[in-house]
C-alpha cells in the first residue's frame, strides 16, 4: 500500500513544468514550495501521486517556511553529495 488517498490528479502542465524544474541548468539552490497551511489536506492527499508523477528523487517536506534556510537546504543536500 506504497499510495496513498489521492484527492486530484496531478495536471499534464504541472509535470512539465516540474520535469523542467528538475532538470535546470543553473547550479544554484531552488526550491519548490507546496502548499499554504489551509491546503494542507489536498497536499497531505495528493504528495505521493505527485512524487511519482512527475518523477522526483529528492523531496524534503517543512511545515513553515521561515525554516527554509540556505543552511538547512545545504544540510539535507549535502547527504547526497
Not at 1 to 22: I, N, Q, T, W
Not at 65 to 72: A, I, K, P, R
Request: charged share 35%; with cysteine; aromatic share 8%.
Amino acid at each position: 500500500m506504497s499510495e496513498s488517498l489521492v484527492v486530484r490528479d496531478v495536471a499534464e502542465d504541472l509535470v512539465e513544468k516540474l520535469r523542467k524544474f528538475s532538470f535546470r541548468k543553473e547550479t544554484n539552490n531552488a526550491a519548490i514550495i507546496r502548499c499554504k497551511p489551509e491546503q494542507q489536506m489536498m497536499y497531505a492527499g495528493s504528495k505521493n501521486k505527485l512524487v511519482q508523477t512527475a518523477e522526483l528523487t529528492k523531496v524534503f517536506e517543512i511545515r513553515n517556511t521561515e525554516d527554509l534556510t540556505e543552511e538547512w537546504l545545504r544540510e539535507k543536500l549535502g547527504f547526497f553529495h
